[in-house]
């Protein structure tokens, strides 16, 4: 297998290495049908690879190399639930969570049913009222502790999702620095508020620092009796759950074959079923489900998961580009690039290989983002005129949920000739004849052509969803991780794993003892000064 997928690789970096393998502009001159060719719907998306340099040559290529790497054997592997998060010897069963699928993990659709059932009854007693605080008053905010996967997906599906008049105020509590809890602290009637803590071990560092905050306050505004009925928890450490004050009934549990950035689906969603209602929040894992289903039945060849990563594998590995752009061109999507960029870069940054080895080429790119149009006012110069081209993701929502149908065209118009700018540019010709029809002066046609003149052949791919409803919008976050999931296989590499995030946390816990105490133990040159400056600022 290794010298087949070494073959593969070969062939496909032979192709990028050739003449003109960069250009688009040439693809759709002589292909007049390229994007119906280059288009495939599923799991009620449609994605459009048509304005990338994957031609016909490249892509059977590319499907060449999926087979090679054994995609198909992977992702089938995954969804039977066998260990293929190879270095914490554990499955990846995220799919299990959706609902059943054929062949997917059975023990595991047991458990991740049995926790939505209580899920499910948790949340409508809340709603009924029939759970209340500690001054017998309902509950109309919750406040959802947690920070990296614990709190990006949730978040970002909150904010696309909740709206005015849905069954509760979601609010979210990630970041350690207490600027954070004094911004939410003016939206929060303790009396009102349900406080969920989000860990799956309950000893990540920042979110109990944070529930540990909260708790006093709870206490202070409802009494240390009355606090507990304030609180639940989304963990496995029932022992640590208990010491904290949190009941065994209030627990929600997720098994470890749930990864932090795949486990909105879990318990770790309690806060978006609270807020948005049992219905919608199930709708979500619905949307996710059918895109499932696509990724798991469709062929390679119209497969969105695995087309989308063959471009991204052309994009870094062919054309050695490093950096990729995520623009949604709907507000209510705002944090997911944040998102994207937790779910792909922890998930793919990795320097080794499944077998220990360094990898022999690159891995996971930069990701970045900003909804459109913000993004066309800030980054998009870069993209347009920069040295290096920037891969884009386009994502487009066809029918809005407001009746202010001027800006939605305004925004869709954008978004459509942002990607098409990107593709054809514009030449000296074409903006010597623009300025010269603006009377401008032949010296000045001089000196600006040189800045207006825009390459074009800058790739990207286009989204387009139908609304960006609780379906629409699972099937898009399913879209991307199995996305992931692919180019784990076709790099050879576990996209299950973070031992990049332990290190730091690891190294900080002794640094927060020394500016507890104020005496500065063995460090660096740098850090041992910084640490030194930072207690003369502040005193000590």
């Known amino acids: 297998m290794a010298a087949a997928v070494s073959a593969a690789w070969a062939k496909v970096e032979a192709l990028a290495a050739s003449p003109g393998a960069a250009a688009i502009r040439p693809l759709f001159a002589a292909d007049p049908d390229r994007f119906a060719r280059f288009h495939h719907k599923g799991g009620g998306l449609l994605l459009d690879i048509s304005k990338t340099s994957v031609s016909d040559t490249v892509l059977a290529a590319l499907l060449d190399l999926a087979r090679a790497a054994d995609v198909a054997g992977s992702r089938d592997a995954m969804a039977r639930g066998e260990a293929v998060n190879s270095t914490e010897r554990r499955a990846a069963l995220h799919i299990a969570l959706r609902g059943d699928l054929p062949g997917a993990g059975g023990e595991a659709h047991r458990e991740a049913a049995e926790v939505l059932a209580r899920m499910e009854a948790f949340t409508t007693a809340i709603h009924r009222g029939e759970i209340r605080g500690a001054t017998n008053q309902r509950f109309d905010t919750v406040l959802n502790i947690g920070i990296g996967g614990s709190d990006l997906g949730p978040v970002m599906v909150g904010r696309a999702l909740w709206r005015a008049g849905d069954p509760m105020r979601p609010i979210h509590l990630g970041n350690v620095d207490g600027h954070g809890w004094e911004t939410v602290l003016p939206q929060l009637d303790a009396r009102r508020t349900l406080v969920l803590v989000a860990s799956k071990t309950f000893t990540t560092q920042e979110t109990m620092a944070n529930a540990h905050l909260v708790k006093r306050w709870m206490e ?147 990701v970045f983002g900003e909804p459109g149009t913000n993004a066309q ?118 996209p299950f794993d973070q031992w990049g995030v332990e290190l730091g946390k690891v190294m900080a816990t002794p640094i927060v003892r020394e500016l507890e105490t104020g005496e500065v133990g063995a460090h660096d040159a740098s850090t041992a000064g910084l640490l030194t400056e930072l207690l003369r600022l502040r005193g000590g």
Request: proline share 6%; with cysteine.
């Open 220 to 366: 202070a505004s409802v009494g240390p009796n009355g606090a507990a009925s304030h609180f639940a928890a989304l963990s496995t450490n029932l022992k640590a759950t208990a010491e904290f004050g949190i009941g065994e009934d209030r627990v929600f549990p997720f098994r470890d074959w749930v990864g932090g950035r795949f486990s909105l689906w879990s318990a770790i969603g309690l806060s978006l079923a609270l807020s948005l209602g049992w219905d919608r929040f199930a709708a979500l894992l619905a949307g996710a489900r059918a895109m499932d289903r696509h990724f798991l039945d469709a062929p390679l060849e119209s497969n969105l998961p695995v087309l989308l990563a063959l471009v991204e594998a052309w994009h870094v590995n062919g054309l050695d580009l490093h950096r990729r752009a995520v623009l949604p061109y709907d507000e209510r999507l705002r944090r997911l690039p944040a998102h994207l960029q937790q779910l792909e870069m922890e998930s793919l940054g990795k320097g080794v290989t499944v077998d220990g080895a360094p990898v022999p080429r690159a891995t996971g790119p930069v």
């Open 377 to 494: 006012h800030s980054f998009m110069q870069l993209v347009h005129q920069g040295p290096r081209h920037v891969p884009v993701d386009f994502i487009l929502v066809a029918c809005p949920d407001h009746t202010h149908a001027d800006n939605h065209n305004i925004l869709l118009a954008n978004g459509l000739a942002q990607a098409e700018a990107l593709l054809m540019g514009r030449d000296a010709d074409a903006v010597r004849a623009e300025m010269e029809a603006a009377g401008v002066a032949e010296a000045e046609i001089t000196r600006l052509l040189p800045h207006r003149v825009f390459g074009g052949d800058r790739p990207s791919n286009t989204i387009l969803m139908p609304r960006m409803d609780e379906a629409a919008l699972g099937a898009l976050i399913a879209l991307y991780e199995h996305k992931v999931f692919v180019l784990g296989a076709l790099w050879g590499i576990n």
